[in-house]
Every structure is written in structure tokens, then in C-alpha cells.
């Protein structure tokens, strides 16, 4: 209903986005990108939108990456941040060039989950690591967004901890389930 990746909904939500959303959990992503083997120096925020996730972080630099130009024009006006209008799943940016990439509460709307997972693996400088937060649908809670956000339009698909791992696992990164919940964190390093 929205577009690709749910993409218009984001363009019209984007002035009131951050004061419906709470702020990102920087010590879950710090947590996650702790899993790096290598310095992260140059980090994209993938699917960042306003620059939430970004705001959470700091010492890297940071890229904001979205589908979403009004979300992008409200983490530069609001934030300050780089930010680049591009497709998770066509990246345009060298092979290992990136030291970090994360996705946070963005992946469930990424329109093709593979060709994310292969872009941010080809992306990543070996020990690099992909720190993902997601929604776990099988939890009470998730079951509850999952539900609203279909009931909205939006062509939101999650998955499981376990499924996003073995996902992260085809394309060549070393997963690890970082933490469980109704929010989950699930690294992949760049072998």
C-alpha cells in the first residue's frame, strides 16, 4: 500500500516520527558492535531514516542510509547528519569499505531481506560487523505489532532471532544472537 519498503509511509510520517519513537537503545548497539573484530571508523546507518540509531552512537562516521528522502531532510535539519537516498539492497558503496553497518527497527521493512543481508556483507571490511535490532514476532508483543502494522498497510516482514541468524549465516557472516526479547540484536562479522 505504501510502496516499496513501505517508503510513503515514511515520507508522510517523517515531521512526527521522533516524537512518536522512543530514542534507540545505544548500549544494545554498542553491545552488538562490540562483536567487530576490527576499529570501526566508518559506520552506515542502513534503513536510519531521521538518524534515531545514529543519535544513540558515537565516535564512528556515520552514514545514514534510507529510501526515505523525507526522513533523511529530518535527520539532516533535526541532527545534522550525512545522510544518502539509496536501496538496502543495492548499496552504493565499494566492496569492504565499511568497518560497521546497522539496521535498527528498520529490517521488517526492507522489501528483499537477501539482497540487505548480501549488500551489507559486501560492504563490510573483514571483522566488520552487521548489528541488526529487530522485533521478534513470535513474542507476545510482536505478535501485537505485527499485527498493526498490516492493519495500516504497511508490507512489514519479520523474523525470528533464529531465522535472521541462519539468514546472516547464508551469506557468509558469523552470527550471533546478541540478546532475545520483544527487541532482539543479532550480529553478523564479515569472515
Known sequence: M???GDVGFFDHAAPLYDLAMPPADGAALAAGLDHATRPIERLLDVG????RAAAALTGPEITVVDASVEMLSRGRRARGLAGLAADAGRLPFRDASADAVTV???FHHLPDH????AEAARVLAPGGALVVREFDPDHPLGR???AGEHAIGMDSRFLTPDDLAAAMDDVDLDPRIVDRGFGYTVVGVRR
Open 114 to 117: 537477501d539482497a540487505a543481508l
Open 104 to 106: 535498527v527497527d528498520a
Open 2 to 4: 505504501y510502496g516499496l
Open 144 to 146: 501485537l505489532l505485527v
Open 48 to 51: 536510519g531514516g531521521s538518524g
